[in-house]
C-alpha cells in the first residue's frame, strides 16, 4: 500500500469518525465505554482521596458576592408558598427506608443536632463556580441516629421541586453519605436558606458537582439498590438527559 | 534504524484521535457556560474576562448540544490523552528518543542556531533542529502536562487529594481559562505541525509515522 493510500484511509476513519461521532453516544458499546471510564475516575479519586479528605474550605473574605440560583428556583405548590410565609413551622425531614428506627424532623429538631459550618465553593456542570458558607448538621449524625440497616447501599433525597413534570430527586453511596462535610444545611451565608438555593433544606455534597446537592429536601431513604427507583439511574438529570452519577469530574 | 519506534507511532495516533474527541467535546463543554473567569468563583457575566462565542454543531461533539453526552466522550479520552502521555514520556526516556532526539543543549538556544534552523531546505533528518527540538519540547513539557493539570484542577472529586494543584493554577476558574487558552495553543501546534507535514514531503513523513520510516541522521 502506498504513503497516499494509507493517507487516503486515514482521512476517510477521521471523516468517518467524526461524522459517526455524532449519534455514537447513543449505542451500547459507547455507553458501556462510558461507565467504564466513570468508573475508573470514581475508583481514582476514591484511591487518591480516600473516604475522609476535605474540599477544600476559605475564609468569609473569599466567599463570592451571591450564591447563585439555579435549576428549580421554587416548589410550586400551596403547601410550599405557605410555608415560606410562615418560616417552614410544619416542614418535616422524613429519614426512611432501611433503617431501624425512621425519624421525622422539624427545622427545629434540626437545628438542635450538632452543627458543621463550612465556608466550600459549589461547582456546576455547567462550568461555574460560587463561594458560600453552609451549615447544617451533617448527614452521617442522622443516619446515626435512624441506625442504618447493613442491607443499605444508598442515600437517595427526595425533594418537593418538580423539573419538567418530574420529581427532583438524587443519590450518593455510603462513602459520599458519611463524609464529614456531607451536611444538611439550613443556612447560607448565616441567615435562613433562601428560597433559590433549596429552602429550608438542602444538601451539600462537597467533592460533587452541583447536581448532586438536592433542594428542597423533604425525605433521606436508605436503599439496597437504586433500580426501581425514578429511571433507575440514581438521579433526576441522570434518568432525563444522561448526566453522569458519578459526578465528581 | 527505523525514524520513528513503535511507541512513538502508536501514541501519535491515538493521542490524535483523542485530542479531536477533546477538542470537538470541550467546545460543547464550552457552550454550556460561555464565559470565563479568573480567581476560584465565577458566574456573574460583569466578572467574566472572556464572553466566548458559541461553537456552531458541526464542529462539537455531539453536533447536537448534549452536555452529558460530551462529558462522557471528554472524561473518557481525557484517561486516553493522560495515560497515553504518561506511557509515551515513559518510552521515550527508556529507548533514548528524547535524549537523543528532543533534549536541547546550549548551542540550541542561540540565534544563529534557530536561523540555520529556518534557512534549512528540505525535511529534517534526525535528530530535531533546535526549533523543531523548542516545539516538542515545549508541548511535551509544558503544553500537553498543562492540559491534563488544568483538567484535574476542576475536578471536585480529585481536588481534595490535591488542593495545591488548584491553588498553584490561581483557582478552580483560573484552571478552568487556562484549560481554555492552552487548547487554543494546542490547536496552533496542530495547525503548524500539518502544515509544516504538508509543505515538507507529506507522503513520506506521515508513512514514516506509519510504517515508522528509515533515520537519517543530519549529523549535526
Known sequence: MSGVNRRGVLAGLTALGAGACSDLHKTKTAQDVFRTAEDWHRAAHRLLAGR???APEYRPDQRSSDMRGNGSLTVDSDFYREQLANGFADWQLQVTGLVAEPLSLSIDDIRALPQRSQITRHDCVE????????RGPQLGTLLDRAQLRPE???IVFR????????PYYESIDLVDAYHPQTIIAHELNGAALPEKNGAPLRMRIERHLGYKHAKYLTAIEAVATLDDIGKGKGGFWEDLAGYQWYAGI | MKRHALSTRL????NAGALVVLFMSGLTISNAHRRLYWGNYGFDPADAWLHVMRFPGWITLPARYNLAAARDWHNTAALVFAFGLLAIWLAMVANGHFRRDLATSARDWTFGAWRAALAQKGTAGMPYNPLQKLAYGALFALVLPLMVATGLAMSPGFEPFAPWLVDVLGGRQSARSIHFITTWALVGFVVGHVALTLVSGPVRLIGAMVHGGRREETGA
Open chain 2, 11 to 14: 501514541w501519535h495516533w491515538v
Open chain 1, 127 to 134: 462550568g461555574w463556580s460560587a463561594i458560600a458558607e453552609w
Open chain 1, 52 to 54: 475522609e479528605r476535605l
Open chain 1, 159 to 166: 425533594c418537593a421541586d418538580t423539573l419538567y413534570g418530574r
Open chain 1, 152 to 154: 443499605a447501599n444508598f
